[in-house]
């Protein structure tokens, strides 16, 4: 019988997945290597977290992961609406979902917390997982759920080869903060975001607390753009987007810190194969990465720490059981968004590509507009929304992993998706603000100035 489970690392995977399996009479160890958040929302900014570097950068919660949260995690939904973070948008910080993890996890006699301890190996003996070695020791268990992230350290011996894809992006963000007094401006609190065929991607997230991120993505060749690193740069070329101007008019808020940028991110897969040791558990990112901008990599380590929980929902589980469960999660639930990330990844550089290789030709080359049969499927039908209320609802679910990714190539879609295009339009669905050519203009008239 199943009753001491350790977890291995306490990023949104973990603390989810301690958090439903306590409540469901397990006795949980959990182990995170970094130290714990601040009592009080307000220090979260400052949370030192090394182990999970991509804390700093902007996160979407998608629909799968406010579903999740609202129908197995209620209590801490209702804790992030006592403290005025409603994420009936996408909006919030990602250090604000893990310290309210944190609360409910605290609160939870049945889970210990030990920050400060790294995991180091899963103790197996004839092929069952038998402890979790720590250093100083060994943490007697009767399976480990590793939820360390994409270089987990338990992983190589105990799971399959990994596949990588490189996701093509190098992006630059900032963080800032309405100051004082300056209303939040619409479309709070959904984001803004461009990516599409323009050269280059950017977004603007809105978080808790009137803070909120603009993100620029470029490809890793196009030198032209690196300079968004730099401060003055970037905040050149926020003035270029005319979409941002509600939220940076006239000092109407300041940055918190500066530039981060983030490159040489890859869509990761890891196997987990039948030969895998009984009670290894993978969740979260040790199992699969996707490319960043699109924001699924919570909402697929929520999903897993809740099918774990269903699967061990009967006190006297096998074991064996859950693994082949999780095998089958893997395979139908992830391996889909991996594909369709990696899929994504190739069409939007062919497209960015061209349009950047176009720039050669003069400000007004048709590469500032690329035409509509430049654009992915997804990025097409969620365009055609506008004219179409039907395909915009359709994209939003895809877009919000509620449904397969295959679920836009049907009849259906390709019908209407006909009727926009041939219909009264009289310009491209997608019509870039800035173009290439403007944004670069901006960042050129910086270094002059
Ligand atoms: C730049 C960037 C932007 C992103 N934007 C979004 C977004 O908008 N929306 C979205 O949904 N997702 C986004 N993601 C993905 C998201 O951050 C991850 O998918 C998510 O964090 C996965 O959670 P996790 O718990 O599996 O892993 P992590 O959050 O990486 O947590 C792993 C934890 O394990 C700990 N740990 C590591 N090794 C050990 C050890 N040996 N012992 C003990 N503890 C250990 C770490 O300290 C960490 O706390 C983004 C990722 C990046 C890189």
Known sequence: MVTRIAVAGGGIAGLSAALLLARQGYEIVLVERD????????????????????????????????????????????DLLTHGIDLAGTGCRRATIEWALHRAVWAQDAVRIHHGVSAREVVVDAGRVRGLRIDGG?????????????????????????EES???????????????????????????????????????????????????????????LGRLREDGAFEA??????????????GSAEPVGSVVSMAGFSNTWRELPPSAPVGYLPIGDVLCTT????????SLALAGAARLSELMADGNVELEAVGAGMRAHARDDVRPWYDDAVHEDAERTRSWRATVGARADGP???????????????????????????????AQRRINLLVHPDSLDTPEVHERLRAVLAGERRTP?????????????????HRIG
């Open 291 to 298: 490319y960043p901008i699109m924001g699924r990599g919570t």
């Open 166 to 224: 490189p996701s093509g992006i190098v992006s630059y963000s900032r963080l800032y903060r309405l100051r004082n007094g300056v209303p939040q401006p619409a479309p709070f609190p959904d984001p803004i975001i461009f990516a599409g065929g323009m050269g280059f991607g950017g977004g603007l997230y809105t978080h808790d607390n009137r803070t909120f991120t603009v993100l620029f993505a470029r490809l890793p060749e196009d030198d032209l």
């Open 364 to 394: 007004e080359s048709p590469g500032a507009h690329r035409a509509d049969g430049e654009l992915s499927l997804v990025v097409l039908v969620a365009l055609a929304g506008r004219h179409d209320p039907r395909l915009g609802e359709l």
């Open 429 to 445: 669905l997608l019509s870039p603000e800035p173009t290439y050519q403007e944004l670069t203009r901006a960042l050129a008239a």
């Open 138 to 162: 060994v943490i007697e268990v009767d399976a480990v759920v590793d939820a360390t992230g994409r270089y987990s350290p338990l992983a190589d011996a105990c799971a399959g080869e990994v």
């Open 35 to 78: 130290g714990p958040p601040p009592e009080r929302l307000d220090g979260v900014q400052n949370w030192h977290r090394p182990g999970a570097p991509q804390i700093r950068h902007p996160h979407m919660f998608l629909g799968l992961f406010r579903h999740l949260l609202r129908t197995r995690l209620p209590d801490v939904q209702a």
């Open 237 to 250: 070329a926020t003035r270029a987007v005319p979409q941002f101007e509600p939220w940076l008019r006239d």
